[in-house]
């Protein structure tokens, strides 16, 4: 079966860091993306790991452990404009991008 | 990066219509486009994967006779929602993935709100 679980919902404060958690049980895994989405809008790319360790772009960096099916989503120097949802999707067998629910992040001054 | 559209962005039908949603990959060509729905506060739900020249495959619990999916070309797949009731309201949204070696980015269009009243 599927399953990938993120947190909910998240506060956190302008110019702070937050780590989104995300792990997950899939019956294949050929990379695991996170994805930013503003309410009304289509998801927009962030990051993409295929292989264990971290990639960093910028503000954002992401991190991805296969062994423990575990990844986070790291945001450094924290905007208003951060406020959003964060979703976490692992690319499966046939090309398939599954998506877990989100976490709702939302910054404060 | 690569360009998917999708059109139109907000319907609004009367029950019992249908209403066709159009996604097109602008820059590439797309062998797999994928549909979702996605509920007010919910992630994104598949609900099936459209592959040019052939028949769409559809997760478990969706209706096939209900969400029809075309895929005529290569740049190009439709989704029409048939015999529309007020609980198909939702954001649907397509996504085509360019494959170049490990690399398979999903590109999404701007989600279309269909309203069913």
């Known amino acids: 079966g599927q399953n990938i679980d993120q947190p909910t919902e998240m506060t956190a404060t302008e110019g702070a860091i937050v780590q989104i958690n995300c792990t997950y049980q899939?019956?294949?895994?050929?990379?695991l993306f996170w994805y930013q989405q503003h309410a009304g809008e289509a998801p927009t790319f962030l990051s993409y790991?295929?292989?264990?360790g971290l990639e960093e772009k910028g503000r954002f960096s992401s991190f991805l452990s296969r062994s423990k099916g575990y990844s986070y989503l790291l945001l450094k120097e924290l905007q208003m404009k951060d406020s959003a949802s964060y979703l976490c999707?692992?690319?499966?067998?046939?090309?398939?991008?599954?998506f877990g629910a989100g976490t709702r992040l939302a910054v404060h001054p | 990066g690569a360009v998917v559209s999708q059109h139109p962005s907000r319907v609004i039908c009367k029950s019992g219509t249908s209403v066709k949603i159009e996604c097109r990959s602008l820059?590439?060509?797309?062998?797999?486009m994928f549909w979702y729905r996605q509920f007010p506060k919910q992630s994104l739900m598949l609900m099936a994967t459209?592959?040019?020249?052939?028949?769409?495959?559809?997760e478990q619990g969706v209706e096939k006779d209900k969400f029809l999916i075309n895929h005529a070309s290569l740049t190009l797949s439709t989704l029409t929602v048939t015999s529309a009731h007020p609980e198909d309201s939702s954001f649907y949204i397509c996504?085509?993935?360019?494959?170049?070696?490990?690399?398979?980015?999903?590109?999404f269009g701007q989600g279309t709100r269909l309203t069913v009243v």
């Open positions: 996504s085509a993935r360019t494959v170049k070696g490990i690399d398979t980015e999903a590109f």
């Open positions: 899939t019956s294949g895994f050929n990379g």
């Open positions: 790991n295929v292989l264990d």
């Open positions: 999707a692992v690319s499966g067998g046939y090309n398939k991008l599954i």
């Open positions: 820059d590439f060509q797309a062998t797999t």
């Open positions: 459209s592959n040019e020249g052939s028949k769409a495959t559809y």
